[in-house]
């Protein structure tokens, strides 16, 4: 059974930091296509950031220059280092893993940027 358990989130003040984890269990991780994606209240989910094929990452013109994806196979844990937190990235983050041909997610964890 795969499960994603994404973790991190929580309450931040305009301008400061937080990194959500997402560890997988029940895929073998090094093949796994991960990334983040976000959900605001009254909008759709959105790709956040995202590894590609051969290693490269992705990210959305919103965030580029503050958040950060990594990974670390060993843990099986993907990480994203969101730094510069604006009130606009609140939103619930969700981890995603595409896997042969399948794709899952986790549950979400909820990130508020208010003063």
């Known amino acids: 059974q795969v499960q994603l358990a994404e973790s991190g989130g929580g309450l931040v003040q305009p301008g400061g930091s937080l990194r959500l984890s997402c560890a997988a269990s029940?895929?073998?991780?090094?093949?796994?296509?991960m990334a983040w994606y976000r959900q605001a209240p009254g909008k759709q989910r959105e790709l956040v950031a995202a590894?590609?094929?051969?290693?490269?990452?992705n990210y959305a013109d919103p965030v580029k220059g503050r958040f950060t994806i990594s990974r670390d196979n060993a843990k099986r844990t993907v990480y994203l280092q969101m730094n510069s937190l604006k009130p606009e990235d609140t939103a619930v983050y969700y981890c995603?893993?595409?896997?042969?041909?399948?794709?899952?997610w986790g549950q979400g964890t909820q990130v508020t940027v208010s003063s």
């Open positions: 995603n893993a595409k896997y042969g041909f399948d794709n899952y």
């Open positions: 590894f590609a094929s051969g290693g490269s990452t």
């Open positions: 029940g895929i073998i991780f090094r093949f796994a296509v």
